[in-house]
């Protein structure tokens, strides 16, 4: 893991290079102020103040880096990455005012996943901060959490299937002092895990449900579920090969639940937590799930199958039950769960489902506050027509194709009891096009706006 403690350090008033915030609005008068040698360096790399773009600048006593801050005017979450992209091993400060959230993008612009290849094992530049201290716990703890999904999303599947998610899980129990417990193969018809058994039956890397447990009891409990299919080749209804390349992100879900499972603990939250994993290849042999077949379900209910390539929200459906039966405050999901909700909401923005709207309504502004953003979408009722079975009580795959990501947001409802506010995010967790900060692969969506939501909740 990076050592993100290590790339910020107290403004005691020691030397160091400024890092200057420049917008289009105040690019000119800017300019105005540097050397020819400066102007002529801005103009020649095309710096205008956009998002994202940083500049090493020559002046009369030394030299500067100066870094946009597009349209917005202002330093938010991914400001300083760019700069720490360009910035030699030094010290650095911001020459302005700057909110504590822009210090996640400098630390997330410095870490590397390195496995598979040589560390770099450069000294990194370091931040000085004249923040709080609990404000710079904050930000580490932020960058720790995000680093690990990502790491896990970045990992193949060949290193990263049930057993590895459960490694994981049992090395966040032992640091925060949580008891975990795992069902693992055979032992989920025995204990009423059939839908997980069923989709990850055909791997020989046994299925798994994964639960985690942390917190005194009296308090509130919130839950959190993770879909963790560890690669997906659609099953026998196979993906075509550009559809299964990315299919090691399929557990993207699950790593997410788990940060933010982390955030939670590390902070010492006044609640109780559970932690649902549900782990499985969706794999192609023998024993695979066939269309036409019909499978139980840990609440009692019958799925046909209309699609194995619909199997995340069946691993989910026994999740959620699990995690319903501890009647907790409130049950937050993730999962990569539709390339439908893709098509509507392009690859960046989460598609947010929510039972209650208080709920929703948190999430959406804690998004927009910690500049993590969501967009809602309907849990529109009438559309569970879509996925009716004239021989079990649903199917897993609707008809006609349209609607797709509100219809498996209809299908988890089944397994949310009425009265339990519930929050389904259905999210990409991959970044395709590299930003400062954000670099191809793994991506942390709606992490951050879930925590600030949580916080809001159950520490007013």
Sequence with gaps: MTDFAGLLAPDLGQPARDIVPVSPATLEAFRARLPDAAQAAMDGAGFAGKADQALALPLADGWCIAVGLGEEGAPGRWALAAAADVAPAGTYRFAGPLPDIAMHGWL?????????????????????????????????????AAALLRDMVDTPAEDMGPGELEAVARDLSAR????????????????????????????????????????AEGRPLIALVGKGITFDTGGLNLKPGASMALMKKDMGGAAHAIALARLVMAAKWPVRLKLVVAAADNAVSGQAIRPGDVIATRKGLWVEIGNTDAEGRLVLADALALAAEAKPALILDFATLTGAARVALGPDLPALFASDDRLAADLLEAGAEVQDPLWRLPLWRPYRRMFSSIIADLNNNAEGGLAGAIVGALFLEHFVPDGVPWAHLDLYAWNGTAKPGRPKGGAAMGLFAAFAALGKRFLA
């Excluded at 996943?113 to 770099?120: G, L, N, P, Q, V």
């Excluded at 990194?124 to 932020?142: H, N, Q």
């Excluded at 299925?207 to 985690?212: A, D, G, K, V, Y």
């Design 176 to 215: 925060h002092g949580a008891r975990i417990e795992v069902v693992t193969g055979d032992g989920l018809l025995e204990q009423g895990f059939p839908a997980v058994h069923a989709v990850g039956r055909a791997s020989p890397r046994r299925p798994r449900i994964i639960t985690l447990d942390w917190g």
């Design 108 to 144: 997330m612009a410095q870490h590397r996943f390195a496995r598979y290849r040589k560390a770099d094992d450069r000294k990194g530049p370091r931040f000085l901060l004249s923040s709080d201290p609990a404000a710079v716990s904050r930000a580490i703890a932020e960058a720790e």
